[in-house]
Every structure is written in structure tokens, then in C-alpha cells.
């Protein structure tokens, strides 16, 4: 391998497993992926079995190390890492999760080197975990669309991620990258309103939610009930506190009500016309209202 370094060598009980990724960036609006892989951390039995050295990934101008001061005393810098860790759950199969911060550079080195552990651990699946940016509302279920290389695997998840041509991420690259391994590949996506600026762990939770359901694998999901409703309390005084942003929403939900009739095959109102307003305008009304609510 020319860049992953293995902390120690992987043994019997880590065969067949799953391969999970979840990076950071902009394909983890609401960081629903990042909280998801952390909530899988937290469940079960983890330990290290290897990272890629943060040098040879990461632009430190654009993604600088923190750094603690104390009274003038510096402390060790904690930089950017993407790890690989093997995680046991008490049902399903093992979990080899690579999870971090999406690097800015050595893409192909990182699948050639994932491919080749993924080989040699017997690997047959992939599993991405991510979010992306949509016109939805706060105040309706999270909708998940899915990516596959198999054509069975997206009509049985439901929802495939519609046809366009957008800036790659890392992770949709590896995902690429298994496939042509011959991994059969999932990828699980949660769209989360585009006018959401922090933190969003109802995505997380559903993100959650098709993971266990696919694998067999139950994850205590309790541990994001509070965040959730914190967060949507939140978003619901944003919402009252500004005319535009209550507007807004309404007609991102009867876009919503209106695509849910339809995918039901039922004859629902007519899509809303008249122009929304961008996600940055919403963000930072959101944000401006939040903002004097700290105040």
C-alpha cells in the first residue's frame, strides 16, 4: 500500500466485513454522514486498524490544524485524519469504517489502497454514508435517495439519485472505485434543507435508520433523540421570527406534500409556482435570526 498505514494486521474475525465511508465536505451538508459514522463509533467495539498520513492528503491553508493556547502554553496540534477503524457489532458484519476529512489530494492513491485492503479482508460490500443540500422543508420526514452499481439494489432502496453531472466528491469517487472492484455498492444520501446552516442530526438518524435496516445490524439510535429535537425547536423559532423564511417553507412543503402524492400515484395538488428563495438567502436569514437570539 503507498499510503494507508495499518497499525496492526487483520485476523480471522474481521472477514467478509463491510466497507462504510463518511467523509466530511460538500457532501455532508448538515454533517448528517460525519455524526452518522460517529454515532457507529460510539455503538459498538472499536478499534484502529490503520490511517493515511495527513501530510500527503490535506491542504493545511484551506484545513488548518487546531490549535489550543493556555495562558500563552501551546499545545500538540490536532490535525486532519482519515482513519480506518473495524467495528463489531453484536449482529451483522464487521464494519470497516473510513471516516474523516475529506482530502484534497491523492484521490486514486486512497482507492487503490482501500481496494486493496477491501481484497484483502473478503469484502463484498460498500455502504456510503452522506448528505447533500435540497429544496426541502425541516418540517417533514428526511427523504433518502440512493446510488448503486446494481440496477436490483436501487429499486429495492427506492428513490435512485436523479440524472446530473456535478463536481465529485472523495467519497462518490471511492464508491466508483469499489464497484469496479466488483464490491457491490450503496450509497445512502440524505437531502437536507438547503437553508440549514449548522448541524442537522435528523439526517444523521435516518442515514442510521436504512443502514440498520439493510444490514441487519440494530444501532441504539436514542442517543440523537435530544440533538433532534433541540435542532428542530431551532429551526422552528427561525421560522416565526421571519415572514420570508415561514413563506419559504410552506411552499418547500407543499412541494414536498405535492412529490409524495405523486410517487403514490395519487392526483395531489399542483406543484407550487412563483420563485423560491436561494438557499443562501434562507441560511442567512436563518442564521441572522439565530444570531440575535444568541445576542
Partial sequence: MRLLHLDEIPDETTASPVVVVAMDGWTDAGTGGSMAAQVLRDAFPTRRLGQFPPDALYDYRDRRPLLAIDQGALATPQWPELTVDLLQPPAGPPIVLIAGGEPDFAW???????????????????VGLGSVPGPVPHTRPIQLVSTSNLE?????????????????SCQVVLETRFGEAGLQTLGLWARVPHYVAGEFPAASRALLERFSSFLGTPVDLSVLDEDIAENRQRLDLAAEGSEEVTEHIEQLEELHDAEQSREAGEEGSPMPGGPLPSGDEIAAEVERFLRGKRE
Fill in 108 to 126: 486514486q492513491t486512497i482507492g487503490d489502497d482501500l481496494v486493496e485492503l477491501a481484497k484483502r479482508l473478503d469484502a463484498t460490500r460498500y
Fill in 152 to 168: 436490483e439494489l436501487r429499486d429495492r432502496m427506492g428513490n435512485p439519485h436523479e440524472q446530473m453531472v456535478v463536481p465529485a
